[in-house]
């Protein structure tokens, strides 16, 4: 299949399912590793503070100042924690994403399964992953906003992005751009044996409905609203100002005004 008829290949025989059986799954073991020793390490005083208020001994010979108030600090002790674990998640995630993009940089294109951009596309993934999905799991909204960040994806201020999946590379999102629950932004896709590689583009103030699929070499401009229910084929592009709905996308219509969803609704009442 070459490259042309793959850009007309129907999404109906398109799945992500490889990536999610891939050996890789190592990389998130290290980066939960390095995070915890780092935190033990650094905890250890403390630790070591209540064991002695507990026992009277000390399981590693500190000299630090132990109080009882120790234990009014333990709540928020493990609070901190929490973030600090993140943020170290966050940080050795970044270092191992440059070190395998020093190895093989991401690049677009269409490639065959257990080749190097195959494998180190799924290996970048996993790296990306974890992070993310903590980041999704602590209760600001905006903490993936700033993960993606790290790890290259392009997305504007005031960009609404923690309901849905989004791949962290090859993706652009203008500002004031929000998506809806459910959604799938993809800038990659597994077609039998080969993975689809293209860049997203989707450019400010848009709307991704819910329940969306955003395929590979997608372009959205300046306005478009993908309509619920809906998913884009390989390299379509939307034109702005209007709202886009089908299965695939084959259908637009102009988005109306509060003034005329109001005439609308009177003219069907006075019916």
């Known amino acids: 299949m070459n490259e042309n008829e793959y850009d007309n290949a129907s999404i109906e025989f398109i799945s992500t399912s ?17 995070a915890s020793l780092i935190i033990s390490l650094v905890n250890l005083w ?15 010979p500190f000299n630090t100042f132990v109080h009882w108030s120790y234990w009014l600090l333990l709540p928020l002790n493990i609070y901190v924690n929490i973030f600090f674990f993140l943020g170290l998640i966050m940080i050795i995630s970044w270092v191992i994403y440059k070190i395998l993009k020093i190895l093989h940089p991401p690049r677009e294109g269409i490639f065959d399964k257990g080749s190097k951009d195959w494998k180190y596309m799924h290996r ?11 980041a999704r799991a602590i209760p600001f909204p905006w903490s993936d906003i700033i ?3 790290l790890f290259g994806t392009n997305i504007g201020n005031s960009v609404v992005a923690y309901e849905g999946y989004i791949d962290p590379e ?5 500002k004031n751009t929000m998506t809806s629950l459910h959604i799938c932004i993809f800038s990659h896709l597994i077609y039998h ?11 400010r103030n848009c709307v991704i409905g819910p329940q969306t699929l955003t395929s590979p070499g997608t372009i959205i401009h300046e306005g478009g609203i993908l309509g ?11 034109e702005g100002n209007l709202i886009h709905v089908g299965t695939p996308v084959n259908v637009n219509f102009p988005i109306q005004s509060l003034d005329e969803s109001r005439k609308k609704v009177e003219k069907i009442k006075s019916k």
């Open 124 to 134: 970048r993934f996993w790296t990306a992953y974890f992070p993310i999905w903590l």
């Open 46 to 60: 403390f630790v070591n503070s209540l064991y002695y208020l507990l026992t009277g001994t000390q399981f590693y």
């Open 228 to 238: 619920a229910n809906s998913y884009t084929s390989i390299n379509q592009e939307l």
């Open 193 to 203: 044996d080969k993975v689809i590689i293209k860049r997203v583009k989707i450019e």
């Open 147 to 149: 993960v993606y960040r």
């Open 170 to 174: 090859f993706v652009e999102i203008g």
């Open 18 to 34: 490889g990536v999610y059986k891939t050996p890789f799954t190592i990389i998130i073991i290290i980066e939960i590793f390095l």
